[in-house]
């Protein structure tokens, strides 16, 4: 993800998947993992 989007981006759409979907419900296509969830499954 990190070479899909600049950095400020990136941040952006992570503090919106912290708030939410923190458990990573909605991990498939082209997932941005949870901040605190570092066994996501990327896709």
Do not use: C, W
């Not at 992570?14 to 996501?40: C, M, W």
Request: net charge positive; glycine share 4%; proline share 7%.
């Amino acid at each position: 993800m990190r070479r899909a989007y600049p950095a400020a981006k990136l941040a952006r759409l992570t503090a919106v998947k912290d708030a939410y979907d923190p458990e990573n419900v909605f991990h498939l296509n082209q997932n941005i993992r949870p901040s605190g969830h570092a066994g996501a499954v990327a896709s």
